[in-house]
């Protein structure tokens, strides 16, 4: 994500006790009790993120969306696996439900608080079979907010599923955490004059009546927060690059002047691609694109394989930091929210990468103007565990890229790519904490990094102007 405005936009966060997860009493039997499903998947900053006891394969969306009224109603069909043996488990859906079936038969559901779907299949779930939940829903997702998060972009000609770190349960239920990445399949009916764009690439369009039907499917997993859609009349170019194709799409409602200038932007993704694959070895994944919204205009998100802009935020290295997130993100997700400088910190070094290799300043240079120029106030917020209200602060994306760029001076150019290069590979199409990658570049480099890690992200005091620092 890169804010036009870096305000909090993460309300505060609520403590609430975890139920039920490890309740079940030893079983004295072979087959295991079935047990409770916790609402979360215990992630520290957001309790009810998540769910314990499932593992998400995959979400098969089909949602209706009505301009005129802002209503949604969808069904989404979720193929899971029960990790342990449940007899209930839970769901992240802030909309209203009307069924809920669990392998083809009527469940019973509640919604214990707003956030939370809890499923009561007839019989238990059997640990480590697939099975497919089907979910019908409906609601007014312009009109929900929750933890201070108002997620849903819309008016009455263009509307966009588009947040972070929350946005699913504003259009389908999900397992919402990046811990848990899933194949997406999105079916969105709106009126046939407006177009629909998702993450992946474009399976069919089909009409009925003053209705279209619009299908998108990415081939490759991700987290729930990186799914989107959004619909609207849009302008729109594909074509094929490196053996990839891709497809942006530029909303028609943005002055011609500004369409052509983030189509120009947007043009220019493979070529960033294949700038950042140099450092970082193979593109993640199959397609590539971008769209530019004309909702939507608070930020740029990292959509995965398909980056949403905000419509004056499309300058090059904006579109670095997107793509950078394809990688640092996307391919390596967050284990947990409280690691968010890992996301942050690299895609913004990106940017002051692309800024050094086009001869607009060193990362060096930018490293050395933040530690010389930081309020003593600055230091004391630790950009290794910000809180949920502070996610991003200006502060976990420029000192995360100090952060990165420091640890390049202190490694040296190539144990620092080469750190680099291991992490991303070592850690594709899963998560990843401080710690791993602490441990990566231990490994690689043959250095004890646990003062300079703690120095930069945890010690709430400016770091020496040292080489252990990266700043000799
Ligand atoms: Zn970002």
Not at 100 to 120: C, D, F, Q, S
Request: charged share 20%.
């Amino acid at each position: 994500m890169r804010p036009l405005a870096l305000v909090a936009v993460v309300g505060a966060a609520v403590t609430l006790p975890l139920l039920g997860g490890a309740s079940a009493p030893a079983a004295v039997e072979r087959v295991p009790a079935p047990v409770v499903g916790s609402p979360g998947i215990g992630d520290a900053y957001f309790p009810l993120d998540g769910n314990g006891g499932i593992d998400v394969r995959r979400y098969r969306i089909h949602d209706r969306y009505d301009f005129r009224t802002g209503r949604l109603s969808g069904r989404t069909r979720i193929t899971l696996t029960a990790t342990t043996t449940l007899r209930r488990f839970n769901l992240d859906l802030l909309l209203g439900v009307d069924s809920v079936t669990v392998a083809g038969r009527p469940a019973a559901w509640r919604k214990p608080n707003r956030h939370e779907l809890r499923i009561m299949p007839r019989r238990p779930l059997a640990a480590g079979r697939s099975v497919d939940v089907v979910v019908r829903y409906h609601g007014h997702p312009d009109r929900i907010a929750w933890q201070g998060e108002r997620s849903w972009f819309a008016d009455h000609a263009e509307v966009a599923a588009v947040n972070q770190p929350h946005i699913a349960p504003w259009w389908f239920p999900a397992n919402d955490h990046p811990r848990d990445r899933a194949v997406v399949d999105v079916r969105i009916t709106v009126p046939k004059d407006k177009r629909v764009i998702s993450n992946g690439r474009l399976v069919s369009r089909r009409v009925h009546g003053r209705l279209a039907t619009t299908r998108w499917r990415a081939a490759e997993p991700m987290a729930p927060y990186l799914a989107f859609f959004t619909a609207g009349s849009f302008q729109v170019a594909s074509g094929r690059a490196d053996g990839r194709p891709w497809y942006h799409a530029v909303s028609t409602r943005l002055p011609p002047s500004v369409r052509a200038g983030a189509m120009s932007q947007l043009r220019r993704t493979p070529e960033i691609v294949r700038w950042l694959e140099q450092r970082l070895g193979p593109y993640p994944f199959s397609t590539m694109g971008g769209v530019v919204s004309g909702v939507q205009t608070e930020f740029a998100l990292e959509n995965q394989t398909r980056p949403v802009y905000a419509p004056y935020a499309t300058g090059t290295e904006t579109v670095v930091h997107e793509l950078a997130h394809q990688w640092f993100g996307d391919s390596v997700a967050l284990h947990a929210w409280r690691d968010i400088w890992l996301n942050e910190g690299f895609a913004t070094f990106m940017e002051w990468v692309w800024s050094e290799t086009h001869g607009e300043g060193t990362a060096d240079a930018r490293l050395r103007a933040y530690h010389a120029g930081r309020e003593p106030s600055a230091w004391a917020f630790r950009i290794g565990d910000p809180g949920p209200g502070r996610l991003f602060d200006n502060e976990v994306y420029t000192r995360g890229a100090a952060t990165v760029q420091a640890l390049r001076n202190r490694l040296g150019e190539t144990d620092f790519w080469a750190v680099v290069r291991a992490w991303l590979a070592e850690r594709r199409s899963s998560t990843g904490t401080t710690a791993q990658l602490r441990a990566v570049a231990e490994r690689v480099s043959g250095q004890d990094l646990d003062a300079f890690f703690s120095a930069w992200l945890l010690s709430g005091k400016k770091p020496a102007a040292t080489a252990a620092m990266g700043l000799g």
